[in-house]
């Protein structure tokens, strides 16, 4: 069975740095695109960030130049390394992950690690 | 503002049909397929429609999707107060080379 978990959420100050961790279970994270998709209190999701199965980067540009998406093969999983974070910032975030073969949808999501970002 | 555009509620009498719409453009629905999710109160988002028209095993053929041009449909008929939740659509944008979310639809069933 196909698990997400993410960790790692947390109170952060603004300009401040977190680390999210997402620990895949059930298939092996490197061969699939993987996502970072977040959602504000009383809002709609907003993609993130993704990162291919070549290790190509994507990033919304919203959080371009603070954010980082890399992942650890051997370790299976996904992080998302935050920088600079701004109340804005403050959401559940959830690690999703695209279809093997297509990557054209999201087929799993993990329950969310709520970052919230205040002073 | 999304860059995919969705009503933001639609509602409709239980057993009644009910439609959502999802506006996009030519770098995005009218080049790559579009998937719909829903996400129920208090819960993960999760698969409903995938690659414009297919339903993942579980999910009831009450459930449809379409894609013309550079806009998606996703349909429910029979609707059901358990059905009452956010639905969103998702596609890649190929000139911006993000995914991208419709602003979400909240479905209540009078």
């Known amino acids: 069975e196909v698990q997400l978990l993410e960790s790692g959420g947390g109170l952060a100050q603004p300009g401040g740095s977190l680390r999210l961790s997402c620990a895949a279970s059930?298939?092996?994270?490197?061969?699939?695109?993987m996502s970072w998709v977040r959602q504000a209190p009383g809002r709609g999701l907003e993609w993130v960030s993704g990162?291919?199965?070549?290790?190509?980067?994507y990033y919304a540009d919203s959080v371009k130049g603070r954010f980082t998406v890399s992942r650890d093969i051997s370790r299976n999983t996904l992080s998302l390394e935050m920088n600079s974070l701004r109340a804005e910032d403050t959401a559940i975030y959830y690690c999703a992950k695209l279809h093997l073969y297509s990557a054209t949808y999201y087929d799993a999501w993990g329950q969310g690690a709520l970052v919230t970002v205040s002073s | 503002q999304s860059v995919l555009t969705q009503p933001p509620s639609v509602s409709a009498a239980p057993g009644q049909k009910v439609t959502i719409s999802c506006s996009g453009s030519s770098s995005n629905i009218g080049k790559n397929s579009v998937s719909w999710y829903q996400q129920l109160p208090g819960t993960v988002p999760k698969l409903l429609i995938y690659e414009n028209n297919k339903r993942p095993s579980g999910i009831a053929d009450r459930f449809s999707g379409s894609k013309s041009d550079t806009s998606a449909t996703l349909g429910i008929t029979g609707l059901q107060t358990g059905d009452e939740a956010d639905y969103y659509c998702g596609t890649w944008d190929s000139t911006m080379s993000v995914w991208v979310f419709g602003g979400g639809t909240k479905l209540t069933v009078l």
């Open positions: 059930g298939f092996t994270s490197g061969s699939c695109a």
């Open positions: 990162i291919g199965t070549a290790g190509n980067a």
